[in-house]
T-cell receptor, first 117, second 112 residues
């Protein structure tokens, strides 16, 4: 149980274009989802908290206009990297938890490898 | 603010030997601690968690972790390492806001 699906797994785009990444909770509802970014050989950096039906909460230093998050339903959150540049190339991972209690683990999608050329 | 630290970038161990991956934490209030494993180009998989109760927590794939309040540590252990255990391991702490914060990760290399 508690499966999180992320799509696409890999995407290559040209500089200046936008890319949308989808994150779905397959067997549970998630009012909150989290988006992380991981640089090579580094830890996960929390980018934002996606809230169903309301605006996302961004971590300090993360550009809201650059990384658009939409959480339109209880099972889907999307991250759009707008006007992508090579420095946006990274591994993006979404996560969600079936419960908001503190003993609930996060479940992760398999990540999206974004390469901007 | 809550945080976790993983002092080792890499741990090398021979197959069949016990392994330990270290994690220390800094939290205000009760700690909610987790261990995750990541294989190349994949998301993270949950291994185990400590919320309350017994200090020795057992998890997936034969892993366990020992919560030590006096040393503020939550080290991941396994009695006998397998080559297939080679991966990246992350310690994490969960805040009351439900955000998770991760350590820097430790690469585990298990050699045959």
């Amino acid at each position: 149980g508690a499966v999180v699906s992320q799509h696409p797994s890999r995407v290559i785009c040209k500089s200046g274009t936008s890319v949308k990444i989808e994150c779905r909770s397959l067997d549970f509802q998630a009012t909150t989802m989290f988006w992380y970014r991981q640089f090579p050989k580094q830890s996960l950096m929390l980018m934002a908290t996606s809230n169903e039906g309301s605006k996302a909460t961004y971590e300090q230093g993360v550009e809201k206009d650059k990384f658009l998050i939409n959480h339109a339903s209880l099972t889907l959150s999307t991250l759009t990297v707008t006007s992508a540049h090579p420095e946006d190339s990274s591994f993006y991972i979404c996560s969600a938890t079936p419960g908001l209690m503190t003993n609930s683990p996060l479940h992760f999608g398999n990540g999206t490898r974004l390469t901007v050329t | 603010a809550q945080s976790v630290a993983q002092p080792e970038d890499q741990v090398n161990v021979a197959e069949g030997n016990p392994l330990t991956v270290k994690c220390t934490y800094s939290v205000s209030g009760n700690p909610y601690l987790f261990w995750y494993v990541q294989y190349p180009n994949r998301g993270l998989q949950f291994l185990l968690k400590y919320i309350t109760g017994d200090n020795l927590v057992k998890g997936s794939y034969g892993f366990e972790a020992e919560f030590n309040k006096s040393q503020t540590s939550f080290h991941l252990k396994k009695p006998s390492a397998l080559v297939s255990d080679s991966a990246l391991y992350f310690c994490a702490v969960r805040e009351s806001s439900n955000k998770f914060y991760f350590g820097s990760g430790t690469k585990l290399n298990v050699k045959p």
